[in-house]
């Protein structure tokens, strides 16, 4: 079931591209935000490509990028949740689980192509994080791509982790983004929030 949608901004030049984009999250009896947590101390995440979408040069820029963004997070959180990436090839399975897909992936919703839904994700405790393979992906260089990884990997993972939108102008949480060159960063208002939903009385 679809909880909220995320309208997402992005410029080009004298044109815009609205994207909306979707966030799953599974209703539980219990609608109290402070459960839409991680109770455990220690968290795993993994990127893999199950459906051999992406060459290995291109696993290895997103995990990376992944890495990145979770690290934003670990660094805010200061230890009060640990974060640790598993490999690939990993068997263990992880709490939180990163891949690409296309249209109908069997996930609780499907991807409709280019310019329409360019991820999903869940609250705690799901784990779920899937990025529309359709889309004209990029990495900081605009002119390659239309949707940047960067920024939908920190907004994503911060719903995975339990965070809401935010109304800041400055959050990463924001509904409303503009395009950026630069590396996306944690506001003050983020760090705050995430080391509030963790932080246990």
């Not at 309208?7 to 815009?16: A, D, N, S, T, V």
Request: proline share 1%; hydrophobic share 40%.
């Amino acid at each position: 079931m679809l909880e909220e949608a995320d309208y997402m901004l992005f410029e080009f030049g004298m044109r815009h591209l609205i994207l909306l984009l979707f966030f799953a999250v599974l209703i539980t009896e219990s609608r109290n935000f402070e459960k839409k947590i991680w109770k455990k101390r220690t968290i795993t995440w993994k990127f893999d490509d199950p459906f051999e979408l992406l060459s290995q040069r291109q696993k290895n820029i997103v995990s990376e990028l992944a890495e990145n963004a979770f690290d934003e997070w670990k660094y805010a959180l200061e230890g009060l949740l640990k974060i640790k990436k598993l490999e690939e090839n990993s068997k263990i399975p992880a709490d939180i689980n990163i891949n690409f897909a296309k249209k109908n992936h069997s996930c609780i919703e499907s991807f409709d192509g280019r310019g329409g839904v360019v991820a999903h994700s869940t609250y705690p405790t799901n784990g779920i994080l899937h990025l529309d393979a359709d889309e004209l992906w990029h990495t900081g260089d605009q002119t390659k791509g239309e949707v940047d990884l960067r920024y939908v990997l920190i907004h994503e993972i911060g719903h995975v982790l339990g965070l809401r939108h935010s109304r800041r102008k400055n959050s990463v949480m924001r509904r409303n983004y503009r395009k950026s060159t630069k590396s996306f960063k944690l506001s003050k208002y983020d760090v705050r929030a995430i080391r509030k939903l963790y932080t246990f009385n």
